[in-house]
Each structure stands twice: as C-alpha cells, then as structure tokens.
C-alpha cells in the first residue's frame, strides 16, 4: 500500500523559499497513472490545492500561487519537490503530498510550516 | 472563506446516521461527477471515504455513502460508531483553473 511522508524544515523566515519533499513508498512514482499533488491547510480553514505534477512533467498549478511555485519530480529517489518562494504569514500552513487519480487523492500525515518574521 | 460550503460541525449518538453537506456551483459540484469526501482524524493522513460522487473505495465501510443533487453533494454516515468522530471534507473538479476545490471541512461529533 503505497505511503507519502512530507519532510522539510517546519520554520522558515518570510520573504525566504519554503522548500518541502515528499517521499513515496510502497509504489513507485514512476508511473503516468498518476499524477502528484500538494495541498495546504491554514489553521481553522479547509485545505487548498496548490498543484499537481505528472511524470511527463506537466504541471498545474493554483493561479493564486502560480507566480512563486516550483514543483518537481525525482523518480531516481521516488519523491516529489514543492518550492514556494517570497513566503509570508499566510503561507503558514500544514503541507500535505499526496498521489492522484481521476479525481480523487491519497494522502501524507503532512507537516506543519510557519512562517516568522 | 473555502470555495465548496460545509457545516462547521454536526453531533449525533452512536446508532444514528448524519447526512453532511457540500454545497458548489455548475462549474463543480453542479457539472461534474468527481467529488470525494475525506475524513480526516488530526495528526493523521486524510482518509479517502467516497471518490466521484459514490463509490466506495474498498475496505471502506459500507455505513458511508455519498450523493449529488444539483450543486449539492451529500455524505451519510449510518450507524454511527464512536470511530467515526473526526473531521469530514469534500472536493470537486472544478472547471476553473484552480482545478481542485475543498470545502472547509465538518466536524463530527459522536455524542
């Protein structure tokens, strides 16, 4: 059963890049059946989609962060990358990956990113 | 404010069913059948209950079932069991370039 592990530093200081990786196991993530996601969820708030990845490489991503957002795929290590840059409060957040088909998601336990000034 | 509508919680007793509500628009709910709802216990991975709109994803237990009318997609939990206090959301295509939309998540209570 294929697993998703977040890792990255949980502190990072504004105006700096949030880089985070996600780690897969129990499948390979070397497969064009799925595509690759991140998703964040503020305190007291519902998740929102950041973007997803295929193995091609196609990206999309939520136009809301468009401008400052990198995601990227490792099939060598069996992870995928989130990079947010000119971060801010608001991009305080849980940060999950998880691994898609159709509609429908698989999910990491995720991690917790806050953002000082 | 999240794209798709939920209520903020819902409480009923063990052996009762609840029925949880995701309200959208024709750009998601409304003209697509990809919804899925999450239950989601804290510190723990989103569990996926139902993908488009009803299908139950195996190993899943069949007291959970889900539903569309117009804009609106429903999860009933029947036979409430103790386990199932957690915290529920919903998501949809949507035609937009956002893509994915979540609701704001229901938080159950199993009173």
């Known amino acids: 059963q294929v697993q ?9 200081k504004a105006s700096q890049t949030l880089s985070l990786t996600c780690t897969v196991s129990g499948g390979s993530i070397n497969s064009e059946s799925y595509y ?13 989609w950041i973007g997803r990845i295929y193995l091609s490489g196609r990206t999309n991503y939520n ?3 468009k401008s400052r957002l990198t995601i990227s795929v490792d099939t060598s290590k069996n992870q995928f990358s989130l990079k947010l840059s000119s971060v801010t409060a608001a ?4 940060y999950y990956c998880a691994r898609g088909i159709a ?5 990491g336990q995720g991690t917790l990113v806050t953002v000082s000034s | ?5 939920q209520p903020a919680s819902v409480s009923a007793s063990p052996g009762q069913s609840i029925t949880i509500s995701c309200t959208g628009t024709s750009s998601d709910i409304g003209g697509y059948n990809y919804v899925s709802w999450y239950q989601h216990h804290p510190g ?12 139950r ?7 959970f079932s889900g539903s569309k009318s117009g804009n609106t997609a429903s999860l009933t939990i029947s036979g409430l069991q103790a386990e199932d206090e957690a915290e529920y959301f919903c998501s949809s295509y949507t035609s937009t370039d956002t893509l994915v939309l979540f609701g704001g998540g229901t938080k159950l209570t199993v009173l």
């Open chain 2, 1 to 5: 404010q999240s794209a798709l509508t």
């Open chain 1, 36 to 48: 690759w996601s991140w998703i964040r969820q503020p305190a007291g708030k519902g998740p929102e």
């Open chain 1, 103 to 107: 509609g429908h998601l698989i999910w």
């Open chain 2, 57 to 63: 994803p195996s190993g899943v237990s069949s007291r």
């Open chain 1, 63 to 65: 136009p809301s962060l």
């Open chain 1, 91 to 94: 991009d305080t957040a849980v």
């Open chain 2, 44 to 55: 723990k991975a989103p569990k996926l209950m139902i993908s488009d709109v009803s299908n």
């Open chain 1, 4 to 12: 998703l592990q977040e890792s990255g530093p949980g502190l990072v």
